[in-house]
């Protein structure tokens, strides 16, 4: 199981948080976006093995969003950041990425 | 190369010779520099399909590329059950396949895949279990597929150590149950395929990890691989939970993402469960191994991960539900816990389909329940790549579904429970 650095709450393990998954998708503008874009935005995923942006939700705490940068790989998590906060700089290789 | 066959009379030679004159059921060649197709991934569903490429189609210019060993990732990972209740009718003719094939698999591969038709059965522990069971019944029916409502009464007389009191947090209403579905020897599934593919020439490489897919001119022309380049007309993924990762070789992203899902298995008892028992509700499904041990399978972790291994609260969580549906387990010992990366689909059905690049096909997106279909999986995306056109029973689960909207919800009969 994962130790999650709440931004608000402090470490806490991770069954008291809901993951939501990849981070950072934009949502086109329904009104102008083709099928393939839409499709795009609700179900690809990157899914990358190794360093990998994404949500998660402290569900049974404060109830906020933040964002995780975690490595697929080994679990370890690089940095712990806000919900509205661009991803910050991590090497790729010291995720393990391929 | 002709092989022995394996018989009642091979088995008593080989007794006779004190079992030292068995031969290798399969080769391991070096790689050609070229084949007529490439399989990456060296599972159940890869060499089903290298085998049907042979046998259907009469390819056998073929080479099947796996990172570790035969058979070392969900396919020897999984809790081996096998059935076919699915609701929509694209997936129930594809799962129906399957079983079909099953059914007459030991004698087609000369390999026993110890299939046993023990029945499998879904608990029902409120209104909307009940409703949801009835309804598939009802498609299943329509479909030809054998499927029956049951009492929680005769569920207890089919499996008695299950408790059906009304008193605990989770009670059994009742259930379905189809009779031909049940277990086979997973293992032996993968070996089986394996023996028989070698035996059409077909060369099986392992320890050769595909590391590029090479394409020219939007057409693939071979793969880089740890072994050296191999060229290749066609290449067939049939990937598992590294889809996502061979996918972006060719550019392509997919919709999957990559969980850890765990199995276990108690110590071993004396025979005390000769069905499959499942429960989408409580997440546990249960069956007995000839060896005596519970076979008991988890929920996926909420997170990706690529680790094959997964957190204890998912095992707490299921044992729990076990404990309090099977109360003779209480004072067993768990022996074994696992975890495989399964690639989960948002509409928990799969992906067998061609791909913009041309011959480049994709088959991925079983999630938790590959392991069923591995026959038929292997029998139409045998179809695809040789036909370069999918075959009827696959034409829904085309990757193209993601931007048309035909998604193939089976996320009730899917679940987690597989």
Same mark, same amino acid.
């Given at each position: 199981?994962?130790?999650?650095?709440?931004?608000?709450?402090?470490?806490?393990?991770?069954?008291?948080?809901?993951?939501?998954?990849?981070?950072?998708?934009?949502?086109?503008?329904?009104?102008?976006?083709?099928?393939?874009?839409?499709?795009?935005?609700?179900?690809?995923?990157?899914?990358?093995?190794?360093?990998?942006?994404?949500?998660?939700?402290?569900?049974?705490?404060?109830?906020?969003?933040?964002?995780?940068?975690?490595?697929?790989?080994?679990?370890?998590?690089?940095?712990?950041?806000?919900?509205?906060?661009?991803?910050?700089?991590?090497?790729?290789?010291?995720?393990?990425?391929? | 190369?002709?092989k022995m066959k394996y018989s009642i009379f091979s088995l008593l030679r080989q007794a006779r010779d004190y079992h030292r004159g068995w031969p290798?059921a399969?080769?391991?060649?070096?790689?050609?520099?070229?084949?007529?197709?490439?399989?990456?991934?060296?599972?159940?569903?890869?060499?089903?399909?290298?085998?049907?490429?042979?046998?259907?189609?009469?390819?056998?210019?073929?080479?099947?590329?796996?990172?570790?060993?035969?058979?070392?990732?969900?396919?020897?990972?999984?809790?081996?059950?096998?059935?076919?209740?699915?609701?929509?009718?694209?997936?129930?003719?594809?799962?129906?396949?399957?079983?079909?094939?099953?059914?007459?698999?030991s004698?087609?591969?000369n390999y026993n895949?110890?299939?046993?038709?023990?029945?499998?059965?879904?608990?029902?522990?409120?209104?909307?279990?009940?409703?949801?069971?009835?309804?598939?019944?009802?498609?299943?029916?329509?479909?030809?597929?054998?499927? /029956?409502?049951?009492?929680?009464?005769?569920?207890?007389?089919?499996?008695?150590?299950?408790?059906?009191?009304?008193?605990?947090?989770?009670?059994?209403?009742?259930?379905?149950?189809?009779?031909?579905?049940?277990?086979?020897?997973?293992?032996?599934?993968?070996?089986?395929?394996?023996?028989?593919?070698? /035996?059409?020439?077909?060369?099986?490489?392992?320890?050769?990890?595909?590391?590029?897919?090479?394409?020219?001119?939007?057409?693939?022309?071979?793969?880089?691989?740890?072994?050296?380049?191999?060229?290749?007309?066609?290449?067939?993924?049939?990937?598992?939970?590294?889809?996502?990762?061979?996918?972006?070789?060719?550019?392509?992203?997919?919709?999957?993402?990559?969980?850890?899902?765990?199995?276990?298995?108690?110590?071993?008892?004396?025979?005390?469960?000769?069905?499959?028992?499942?429960?989408?509700?409580?997440?546990?499904?249960?069956?007995?191994?000839?060896?005596?041990?519970?076979?008991?399978?988890?929920?996926?972790?909420?997170?990706?991960?690529?680790?094959?291994?997964?957190?204890?609260?998912?095992?707490?969580?299921?044992?729990?539900?076990?404990?309090?549906?099977?109360?003779?387990?209480?004072?067993?010992?768990?022996?074994?816990?696992?975890?495989?990366?399964?690639?989960?689909?948002?509409?928990?059905?799969?992906?067998?389909?061609?791909?913009?690049?041309?011959?480049?096909?994709?088959?991925?997106?079983?999630?938790?329940?590959?392991?069923?279909?591995?026959?038929?999986?292997?029998?139409?995306?045998?179809?695809?790549?040789?036909?370069?056109?999918?075959?009827?029973?696959?034409?829904?689960?085309?990757?193209?579904?993601? /931007?048309?909207?035909?998604?193939?919800?089976?996320?009730?009969?899917?679940?987690?429970?597989?």
């Amino acid at each position: 199981m994962l130790l999650i650095e709440c931004p608000h709450c402090g470490p806490r393990e991770q069954t008291e948080f809901t993951c939501g998954g990849e981070g950072h998708i934009v949502r086109p503008d329904p009104d102008t976006a083709t099928d393939a874009e839409w499709g795009h935005y609700l179900f690809m995923r990157k899914n990358p093995k190794g360093l990998h942006f994404e949500r998660w939700f402290h569900a049974h705490g404060c109830r906020q969003w933040f964002h995780a940068a975690r490595s697929t790989v080994t679990h370890e998590i690089f940095a712990i950041y806000g919900i509205d906060e661009p991803p910050p700089a991590i090497d790729p290789s010291k995720a393990g990425s391929q | 190369m002709a092989k022995m066959k394996y018989s009642i009379f091979s088995l008593l030679r080989q007794a006779r010779d004190y079992h030292r004159g068995w031969p290798k059921a399969w080769r391991s060649p070096d790689p050609k520099p070229s084949y007529d197709v490439i399989i990456i991934g060296g599972g159940g569903h890869g060499l089903a399909t290298a085998y049907y490429l042979a046998k259907e189609h009469g390819i056998t210019n073929v080479a099947v590329l796996e990172k570790g060993w035969l058979g070392g990732g969900n396919t020897g990972r999984n809790t081996t059950i096998v059935r076919s209740n699915y609701l929509w009718d694209e997936s129930a003719h594809l799962y129906e396949h399957s079983l079909k094939l099953f059914e007459g698999l030991s004698q087609d591969l000369n390999y026993n895949i110890m299939f046993s038709q023990r029945g499998v059965i879904n608990l029902a522990h409120n209104e909307h279990d009940l409703k949801e069971l009835t309804r598939r019944g009802h498609a299943c029916r329509l479909n030809g597929i054998d499927y /029956e409502m049951i009492s929680a009464e005769q569920i207890k007389q089919i499996a008695p150590i299950i408790n059906i009191s009304k008193n605990i947090r989770y009670p059994v209403l009742g259930g379905s149950i189809q009779r031909r579905a049940g277990n086979a020897r997973h293992d032996a599934v993968a070996w089986g395929y394996a023996r028989r593919a070698d /035996e059409y020439g077909i060369d099986i490489i392992q320890n050769c990890e595909v590391t590029g897919i090479d394409i020219e001119n939007g057409r693939v022309t071979g793969v880089q691989t740890t072994r050296g380049p191999i060229k290749a007309r066609k290449v067939g993924a049939v990937p598992a939970g590294h889809a996502s990762v061979v996918g972006r070789m060719a550019g392509l992203t997919l919709p999957v993402e990559s969980h850890p899902l765990q199995a276990m298995v108690s110590e071993p008892i004396k025979p005390v469960l000769d069905t499959v028992i499942m429960s989408n509700t409580v997440h546990v499904y249960i069956s007995q191994s000839d060896k005596g041990e519970l076979v008991l399978g988890a929920g996926i972790d909420p997170y990706l991960s690529y680790a094959q291994r997964g957190s204890l609260d998912v095992i707490e969580h299921q044992l729990e539900a076990l404990c309090d549906l099977y109360p003779i387990v209480k004072r067993l010992r768990i022996m074994r816990t696992w975890g495989g990366i399964v690639d989960t689909c948002p509409d928990a059905s799969p992906i067998i389909s061609k791909t913009p690049i041309e011959g480049l096909y994709m088959n991925c997106g079983w999630g938790t329940g590959g392991f069923k279909a591995t026959p038929g999986s292997g029998w139409v995306f045998a179809h695809t790549i040789a036909q370069d056109r999918p075959h009827r029973l696959n034409e829904a689960f085309d990757l193209k579904r993601f /931007e048309s909207g035909f998604l193939i919800d089976e996320h009730g009969a899917a679940a987690v429970a597989h």
